[in-house]
């Protein structure tokens, strides 16, 4: 299985950016979808998922309200879109899956990475 993400960039803060993760290799459709992120000095943390039919999405504390994630099966692909963005958001962004019953994820895109300046 390979995952492969895009749409990092240098942004100014308050704007937007789109990521986008597309799969192969596999059976998309049986996969959680997942974005984490990496600061640098920091350790990876969760942004966000969503179920393997988009029918839920769960988002962490601090980015909540500002960032949605989408995924469309058809083309294999997920989205997170990211508005207002801050500062505090630069970091490199993976995509991540993993099958429905699984507990962790067990593949990684090789990540993308995003600046916001202030």
């Known amino acids: 299985v390979q995952l492969q993400a895009s749409g990092g960039g240098l942004v100014q803060a308050g704007g937007s950016l789109t990521l986008s993760c597309t799969v192969s290799?596999?059976?998309?459709?049986?996969?959680?979808m997942g974005w984490q992120r990496q600061a640098p000095g920091k350790d990876r943390e969760d942004v966000s998922s969503?179920?393997?039919?988009?029918?839920?999405?769960v988002y962490s504390d601090s980015v909540k309200g500002r960032f949605f994630i989408s995924r469309d099966n058809a083309k294999n692909t997920v989205y997170l879109q990211m508005n207002n963005l801050e500062p505090e958001d630069t970091a490199v962004y993976f995509c991540?899956?993993?099958?429905?019953?699984?507990?962790?994820?067990?593949?990684w895109g090789q990540g993308t990475l995003v600046t916001v300046s202030s």
């Open positions: 969503i179920t393997s039919t988009g029918s839920r999405s």
């Open positions: 991540a899956a993993k099958e429905r019953i699984a507990v962790r994820y067990a593949f």
């Open positions: 290799g596999g059976t998309f459709g049986d996969y959680v």
